[in-house]
């Protein structure tokens, strides 16, 4: 008996269910020899719909319990942060009323009176806050680091948001500082869900993508960076990995542009970006390494990526520099010089060269630490140290599982170079501006290499045993995050 076409009772040919069935959405949750390719358009749509439904669920429960920590830590921890918090509000302040700050001048009075009433905690080179009933009057270099601002070097897109939206919430009653605090864990709630959707975008299950999404939000120096003014990014390292790599789109224009979007921000956000290119570039140059099939024109348009994105942030920060560097007085001195920092020799390489390393890790205690004491905990500090261990040792996983998965191995190589490239980076400009250099690199610089991290932890857990463990892992951490303030009223 002559047997007809699989799919003789559908409204079109076998061939264009074929091509429905290549998509990319399919290769992520449907192999080949699953029963539900027999099944009529519709159902096909509507599992799909089903399954974009649930993802959208899993990224605003995320974005949930993201706002969930911030307005804890925002009402529990009034004071600034003991790191450049004041800074930060500072320039947001400025720049949303029109006026770019320049390095070196002294901190806007509303910036000092709300440190003085609001507090910090213990003191900074020994030099105690003002009070605040006479904050007013006090004289500027009675504030810590003689109350000068010294991060107007960074460039001002992200300050100009918050400082907008922070006015925007005052006329509510709300304070400049808490509008600019709840800016902040709104920019990290979207992009925590962002981050599970660039990590779905590697092909990883669902729970394995969400859970390294909340071991993010359940970093110390994330959670800290969702309640205080203060910015972190890393994202779009992801999604442009997966646009490469799964999607295997060459073009160059779409990185440039994000990279110059990034670099717009904050320089150091651009750590991912830039790992993220060193990988690409190398890959070009050494194919056979990259776990990637490419032809001899793929491999110069690889690389033309990586250029592209380079170029992108260099170009921003150097004309933002530039610009900068017009304004800025000839006989500035960082008030900060000397806190952290080294004079500079040719003697110094090996040193400088020594403190590459030092960011590997992310989360040591207390290097990498700016929680604020009303939110630490004893708990959270031992957290934080399980997770030091855990991170410095998941890029050299992921590289070694990447050699079975070659797909993800432009992954794995972006997160092992994530705290190098910040070492680099932070270096770099502390030699060049400064003609100084930093005694250590603290991991919180990397912040924006973490969001590589996840995703390397996602792909390394998406099997049947693991990805409970790295779930149970993940919500342990988020848990002890928000029980930590508590705790920390406790009496020791």
């Excluded at 040591?364 to 030091?388: C, E, F, G, K, R």
């Excluded at 973490?450 to 998406?462: E, G, H, I």
């Excluded at 928000?482 to 406790?490: E, Q």
Aim: hydrophobic share 50%.
């Amino acid at each position: 008996m002559k047997v007809g076409p699989r799919f003789s009772l559908l409204p079109f040919p076998a061939a264009k269910i074929d091509c429905l069935v290549r998509s990319s959405w399919y290769k992520a949750h449907v192999t080949s020899c699953d029963t539900r390719l027999r099944l009529p358009p519709l159902r096909l749509s509507l599992h799909h719909l089903r399954h974009e439904r649930m993802d959208v669920v899993a990224a605003g429960t995320l974005a949930l319990l993201s706002l969930l920590w911030s307005l804890l830590a925002i009402i529990h921890s009034p004071e600034l942060s003991r790191l450049d918090e004041w800074t930060y509000l500072d320039y947001a302040w400025k720049v949303s009323a029109g006026h770019i700050p320049v390095a070196g001048e002294p901190v806007a009075r509303e910036i000092l009176v709300a440190w003085s009433c609001r507090g910090m905690d213990g003191t900074i080179q020994g030099v105690t806050l003002p009070t605040c009933s006479v904050a007013n009057g006090a004289d500027v270099s009675a504030w810590p680091y003689k109350g000068q601002n010294y991060n107007a070097f960074h460039p001002p897109v992200y300050f100009l948001l918050m400082g907008l939206f922070a006015r925007a919430v005052s006329v509510s009653g709300m304070s400049f500082v808490t509008g600019a605090r709840l800016f902040c864990g709104l920019v990290v709630a979207v992009s925590l869900s962002a981050l599970y959707f660039a990590i779905r975008r590697w092909r990883v299950g669902r729970v394995a993508a969400f859970s390294a999404t909340l071991l993010t939000l359940a970093t110390p120096g994330v959670a800290a960076s969702a309640a205080i003014a203060h910015s972190v990014a890393g994202a779009c390292a992801v999604w442009l990995g997966a646009r490469i790599v799964v999607d295997r789109n060459f073009g160059w224009k779409v990185p440039a542009i994000v990279a110059v979007a990034v670099a717009s921000m904050r320089v150091i956000s651009t750590v991912g970006l830039l790992a993220l290119a060193l990988a690409v570039i190398l890959f070009a140059i050494f194919p056979r390494i990259s776990g990637m099939a490419v032809s001899s024109v793929e491999r110069r348009r690889l690389a033309g990526i990586g250029i592209a994105i380079v170029a992108g942030v260099m170009a921003t920060y150097l004309a933002w520099a530039l610009w900068q560097g017009i304004r800025t007085p000839a006989s500035y001195v960082p008030a900060t010089k000397g806190v952290s920092t080294s004079e500079f020799g040719n003697s110094d390489i090996g040193r400088v060269l020594g403190t590459l390393i030092s960011a590997y890790g992310l989360s040591q205690y207390p290097q990498d630490w700016y929680m604020q004491l009303s939110l630490n905990s004893t708990v959270l500090v031992a957290w934080s140290t399980a997770l030091y261990c855990f991170y410095l040792a998941l890029p050299w996983v992921a590289l070694a599982v990447s050699f079975k998965e070659r797909t993800k191995r432009t992954l794995a190589a972006s997160a092992a170079a994530g705290p190098l490239v910040t070492g680099v980076v932070v270096q770099a400009r502390e030699i060049v501006t400064n003609a100084s250099f930093f005694r250590n690199i603290s991991g919180r610089y990397a912040l924006s290499a973490l969001p590589l991290f996840a995703a390397s932890a996602a792909f390394v857990c998406d099997r049947k045993w693991m990805r409970s463990g790295l779930c149970v892992f993940a919500s342990l951490g988020y848990a002890i995050v928000m029980i930590s303030p508590l705790l920390a009223d406790l009496p020791s």
